[in-house]
């Protein structure tokens, strides 16, 4: 391969600068004139049908915009996968927070008292808040049902299994809501004028979600609906589909302020109460093996809880159930998997999509499985781990030279595993009340969307030349701190053999950008990067077509002749679309075929040591190896494998969603717990390279992936460490550890 | 910003002599100090109070003092001023340990010890600390000032001995004996910037062989910051021989009762208290040698 | 009921008085009446350090101090930092060390992380990674793990010390 000039080094954050300054401008940093403020009324119980509004003594209404789902000039549901969540709550409410009623005015502390002195009258009806009752179905709250999407995966003859088997081995598992927690709460600005149209400003991760969502609530065309991404503050999957509810708010009560620019902001406790979560999840597990650890059949029935309403569960459960088999070779498979609808309000994006929920219960059950068998967890997975050639539970044959076990064990190596397995097994056995223990998961995520996803979303990225000789990347794929901006910069500058400052990217903008799809799926860099790679390398061709430039050429010829082509013609783009590659084939009807164009590979090893004092436990080392193709930026890709490792150390063991009757009780920073400086190790990230044609240089995603392994290995390491193999729940909280120390199963 | 500011008044006395004299005329106003407490109901449209008392300039609540005798913090002392006083950190190692693990920096930088006592969250750090160094509290109002043992100033969940009109000034403790036991530990929702679930503190020392003094108070397990009195009581005067691990665990379940709530549950709390004053004696027989 | 106050700052080096509710916050006062907008709120409860400025040089969390303790103080925020930051010019060694190591991923902490670090660097120069990991533990990110952020913390330490350019430089 030629030398890489960009690809692979770790070239600058490109607003960089502007972040380490404050410069940066975030949605509530923008003001316009005129500017009113906008609230929301919400609902205080969990279902039930709408009997009256009733407006309080000693507010001026007359001075205030009013909104409520009669307003709605056109679709009163959120255009998603189904209509079925309302902007506006009309007849019946179907969460707690739902919104029903929106309110503005230009003096917040007016406002404030306005939507305090708003009450909503609601004949409460049956509800349904857990899993359990939702399958039940006693109290139907969606559908026939209660059940949004079912998927179903089968390979071979898993019946059969069971009478062959030396072992078999069974479990359930759990995972709990978990809160994206991005520090800039959910922001958004929206002006809607008889000439303009519909034009909104907002923290958000899909600026043509939003755009699809407006469309319809205002029944205008696209030309008439303008959205822009501002400078936004993290997302993890929160600022997918939530800001296409909120950016309607905001227009509907500008369009009936007679375009007066509207600014919402949530605080923290809105914002989490009111928005969505990671499914909660629940998992049976049936396993068979053969007496020399051979796996045999996988059974598994996988629930998640989707909320009120379908937004994105069916796709949530989809990648759920495809990663449930985790990187194994089965010879017989049989998944269930089911969304299912609760009170709760809807439960959305978050980093893994289905696929932590899922891959926590294969790793975590394996480690139980292997002492019930009485083999080392190691050996367990080394019989069993998928090789090229080998057959994936959906059909799909490994093509990429993946080498799982070694992946595994340089993971293992570098956290010294068995070293410290021996040491532990003995300092365990003293009067010291710290328990020590290792563990680790072995995992794989599928990079972009699921299926037939990307052929069906057909993105569209491009370049353009500006009149000064640059080239501006043009894509909606959004920057929220993941280093789009920069990595895109790099993949242009690299493909063009030009400097990275030669290259700028075009803030997101409907009125500016093509759809490149959503920034959701670890798909930006592996399949919205090559698109913008091979538009650039079509721009170059347009101007050495046009005899401005020749190859070889240096920076400052390129830069001249993009000037001058510009100067002569006008203007200068190119564009490339997504077609999918003709050996990848699915189906959506049998969920068969190739789930995903590749997949990232990955071990992750953690150290724990319990206070059985307290039941605490200290994530005390923590080895993140994966196998993600070519490394774009080192720095960049560094910082996304540490931030999801945190935050799912933090999955694993202290972010817990209180419910009380489908409401979160535990709203603020202080009560929903995620890990400060003081409370994690040095995270130590290791990547191993093999360049994937998918991506561009060879790049696949790695958004996802570090959410998936800290869970299990968390909880193995767990086991390890107290010799019981009870903890199969996450978050495992010091409370429910305790409760499992009382209840020893080995 | 839910917090109604331009319904709210604020006075700013410019001596303590003004703000008692203020205070007198109007009880119900709200004394401010580093708002640390304060402003997280204000600012949630939470507070029912809007007139408040701003203590902050008031130079005579401020000033940390140590004698060999005593060491006086001022209301309006703050964590940091105790978490870096080098005097603080030679004698009074559980005043340091429960100032640093109070929030953070910035919280530190703000937050006084008076408001901590005054805003008697039964969770709070710093008050198991005080007590089990026996401490004492000066309030002052225009009729005067009276000191009151610490262990007598919490009455009841969120309910102080402060009087109607008075201010909490001044906090007194005792130096305690060069080589005496200080025991410590805050068992929180995480490392840093934590609510407590369960806090202990403790103090002891010991002649011929025998417990001569022993001190030891729980935060987050009862409606008030409290002693373990009964548990005490099977320590004091004997020798590690002679105390009952099964008499004190028993005692112990009946100094402290916890609650179920979004933090942690009563069970989780005794689990912990059980063994945390359990891994205290031991420490503490152990420090005796 | 209560009347505005003439409220006397200096702001980053400059003197400024604004009208303010006794009562208002100091990051309402900075955000919108200073028009300081680096200052960010992310909790508005004394979490997550995202509003830390400096008040008579001490770090604090803005969100939770009344405009009324603030009368004649001295106030520096992110984009006091480095007197010429705002035009690019120049970088605290501090910010130029979250910009090389990758301190700032979404950017929304970083102000506040910015303040946090240069105040534990004032209060200890050569810290290890503990004092680092304590220093910070009032500032939450979500982003980052916060391995980029002590690594940039202990960078710019080490470019303040006499051969530390080379450090920052990485
Ligand atoms: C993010 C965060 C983290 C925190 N972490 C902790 C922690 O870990 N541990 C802990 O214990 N606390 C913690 N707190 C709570 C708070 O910081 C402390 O209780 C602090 O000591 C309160 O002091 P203050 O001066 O800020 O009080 P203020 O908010 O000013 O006042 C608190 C109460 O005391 C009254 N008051 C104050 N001074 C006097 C006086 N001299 N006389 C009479 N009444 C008075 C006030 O009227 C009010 O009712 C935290 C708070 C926040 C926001
Ligand atoms: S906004 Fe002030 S600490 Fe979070
Ligand atoms: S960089 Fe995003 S929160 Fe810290």
Redesign the interface.
């Given at each position: 391969m030629a030398k890489l000039e960009q690809v692979g080094h770790s070239r600058l954050r490109k607003e960089g600068r502007a972040k380490v300054t404050g410069a940066a401008i975030y949605t509530d940093d923008a003001t316009m004139p005129g500017l009113l403020h906008g609230a929301t009324v919400r609902s205080q119980v969990a279902r039930g049908r709408i009997k009256g509004i009733h407006f309080g003594e000693g507010i001026p209404w007359e001075d205030f915009v009013i909104v409520s789902a009669k307003d709605v000039p056109g679709e009163n549901r959120v255009a998603m996968i189904v209509l079925d969540q309302p902007f506006l709550a009309d007849t019946r409410v179907n969460h707690p927070e739902e919104a029903i009623l929106l309110l503005a005015h230009a003096d917040r502390v007016l406002l404030e008292k306005a939507r305090a002195a708003v009450t909503v009258e609601i004949e409460e009806e049956p509800a349904v808040f857990t899993i359990e009752a939702s399958l039940a179905a006693a109290t139907v709250v969606w559908g026939e049902d209660n059940v949004f999407k079912k998927v179903s995966i089968r390979k071979g003859e898993v019946d059969a299994a069971w009478a062959s088997a030396t072992h078999v081995v069974e479990g359930t598992y759990g995972t709990g809501a978990q809160e994206q927690l991005y520090i800039e709460p959910h922001a958004v600005i929206a002006k809607v004028t008889a000439e303009e149209g519909v034009t909104v400003w907002g923290s958000l991760q899909c600026p043509y979600y939003v755009h699809k969502a407006l469309k319809h609530l205002f029944n205008e065309p696209d030309d008439r609906i303008r959205v822009i991404q501002m400078e936004t503050g993290g997302g993890f999957g929160g600022k997918e589909d939530y800001p296409s509810l909120i950016s309607g708010h905001a227009a509907l009560l500008s369009m009936k302020a007679g375009g007066r620019p509207v600014k919402i902001l949530y605080d923290r406790e809105e914002d989490m109460v009111a928005t969505t979560k990671r499914h909660p999840s629940k998992t049976r597990v049936k396993t068979a093996f053969d007496a020399d650890g051979k796996m045999l059949g996988l059974e598994m029935e996988f629930l998640l809880d989707g909320g009120a309403y379908v937004t994105l569960s069916p796709v949530v459960l989809s990648r759920g159930a495809i990663h449930a088999a985790g990187p194994y070779y089965w010879p017989a498979v049989a998944i269930e998997a089911k969304a299912l609808a609760t009170n709760c309000p809807p439960h959305g994006a978050f980093r893994g999509f289905g696929a932590p929920q899922s891959l926590f219960a294969i790793e975590r059950h394996l480690d139980v499985a292997a002492a019930r068998i009485g083999m080392d967890p190691v050996e367990l997975r080394r019989k069993n781990l998928l090789r090229i050639g080998d057959v994936m539970a959906t059909g799909q044959v490994v093509k990429e030279a993946v080498d799982l076990p070694g992946i595994m064990d340089r993971a293992l190596e570098k956290l010294d595993y068995h070293g410290r397995k021996a040491r532990y097994a003995g300092s365990n056995a003293g009067t010291d009340p710290i328990k020590r223990g290792v563990g680790f998961a072995v995992f794989m995520h599928g990079c972009g969307f699921t299926g037939g996803g990307e052929a069906y979303l057909a993105s569209v990225a491009g370049v353009e030349g500006t009149a000064d000789g640059k080239v501006r990347v043009l894509a909606a794929s959004t920057e929220i701190g993941q280093g789009t901006n920069t990595m895109f910069s790099q993949v242009v500058a690299e493909v063009l053999r030009v400097p990275m400052d030669l290259v700028e990217v075009q803030q997101p903008d409907t009125k500016l950008v093509p759809n490149s799809g959503p920034t959701v799926a670890s798909r930006t860099c592996m399949v919205v990067g090559k698109l913008v790679q091979d538009a650039a390398v079509g721009l170059k061709q347009i101007i050495i077509q046009a005899g401005l430039l020749r190859e070889p050429y240096t920076a400052d010829e390129f830069q001249a002749a993009v000037a001058a082509y510009v100067a002569a013609f006008g203007s200068l783009k190119a564009y490339s679309q997504y077609s999918t590659p003709p050996h990848i084939v699915w189906s959506d009807e049998t969920y068969q075929g190739d789930a995903y164009g590749t997949y990232a590979w990955a071990c992750y090893a953690a150290d724990v040591a319990v206070d059985t004092r307290t039941c605490e436990v200290a994530v005390t080392d923590f080895v993140a190896l994966q196998e993600v193709g070519r490394v774009i930026n080192p720095t960049l890709a560094e910082g996304q494998i540490e931030g999801g490792v945190a935050q799912g150390i933090g999955y694993a063991l202290w972010e817990k969603v209180e419910w009380r009757n489908g409401r979160m009780a535990n709203a603020q920073m202080t009560n929903y717990i995620m890990a400060t400086s003081a409370d994690l190790p040095r995270l130590r990230v290791y990547f191993e390279e093999n360049p994937n044609p998918m991506g561009p240089s060879g790049a696949k995603g790695i958004g996802e992936l570090p959410m998936d392994g800290p869970g299990p290995a968390i909880l193995n390491a767990i086991q390890d460490a107290l010799g019981t193999d009870a903890p199969r729940e996450i978050p495992l909280t010091p409370e429910l550890l305790m409760d499992c120390l009382e209840a020893r199963h080995v | 910003?839910?917090?109604?500011?331009?319904?709210?008044?604020?006075h700013?006395p410019a001596t303590l002599g003004e703000a008692l004299a203020f205070l007198a005329a109007h009880p119900d106003w709200r004394p401010?100090a580093g708002?640390?407490d304060l402003?997280?109901p204000?600012?949630?449209?939470r507070l029912p109070d809007f007139n408040?008392l701003?203590l902050?300039p008031l130079h005579e609540l401020r000033g940390i003092e140590l004698t060999n005798e005593h060491l006086t913090l001022g209301a309006l002392t703050t964590y940091?001023e105790i978490r870096w006083h080098e005097g603080i950190r030679a004698a009074f190692p559980n005043l340091v340990q429960s100032a640093w693990v109070t929030?953070?920096?910035?919280?530190q930088?703000?937050g006084t010890i008076g408001g901590n006592l005054v805003n008697a969250s039964p969770a709070a750090d710093t008050p198991p600390s005080l007590l089990a160094y026996g401490a004492e509290v000066e309030l002052r109002s225009t009729a005067g000032s009276r000191w009151v043992d610490y262990d007598a100033f919490h009455l009841g969940y969120k309910q102080t001995a402060l009087a109607s009109g008075e201010l909490l000034t001044r906090i007194r403790v005792k130096r305690p004996v060069p080589g005496a036991f200080h025991f410590y530990r805050k068992?929180g929702?995480?490392?840093?910037?934590?609510?407590a679930?369960?806090c202990l503190a403790g103090y002891g020392r010991a002649e011929n062989g025998r417990v001569a003094e022993f001190r030891a108070a729980f935060g987050a397990v009862a409606p008030v910051p409290k002693r373990a009195l009964a548990a005490e009581a099977l320590v004091l005067g004997r020798s590690a021989a002679e105390v009952d691990p099964d008499a004190v665990r028993a005692a112990l379940a009946e100094d402290i009762t916890p609650i179920d709530d979004?933090?942690?549950?009563a069970?989780?709390r005794r689990?912990?208290s059980e063994?945390?004053f359990a891994?205290m004696l031991k420490d503490f027989f152990a420090h005796l040698g | 009921m209560s009347e505005k106050m003439a409220l006397k700052l200096q702001v980053n080096g400059a003197e400024r008085t604004v009208q303010a509710w006794p009562m208002a916050r100091l990051l309402d006062v900075i955000r919108e009446d200073l028009g300081l907008t680096g200052t960010k709120e992310g909790c508005g409860e004394g979490e997550c350090g995202a509003c830390s400025v400096f008040l008579n040089g001490k770090l604090v969390n803005s969100c939770l101090v009344p405009a009324v303790q603030c009368n004649g103080a001295k106030l520096e925020t992110i984009e006091g930092v480095s007197p010429t930051s705002t035009d690019g010019a120049q970088l605290h060694p501090v910010q130029e060390a979250f910009l090389r190591c990758g301190g700032a991923q979404c950017g929304i902490c970083t102000p506040g992380m910015v303040l946090a670090a240069v105040d534990l660097l004032k209060r200890c120069p050569d810290p290890d990674e503990e004092q680092v990991r304590d220093g910070l533990s009032g500032n939450l990110c979500r982003c980052t793990g916060y391995v980029k952020i002590i690594d940039s913390v202990l960078a710019a330490a080490k470019s303040a010390s006499p051969d530390g350019a080379k450090a920052v430089a990485k």
């Open positions: - | 910003m839910k917090g109604d500011a331009p319904a709210c008044a604020v700013t401010l708002g640390t402003m997280v204000f600012a949630a449209g408040f701003n902050d940091s929030g953070a920096a910035a919280i930088n703000r068992v929702t995480r490392k840093a910037q934590a609510i679930k369960v979004i933090r942690s549950s069970k989780y689990f912990v063994r945390l891994s | -």
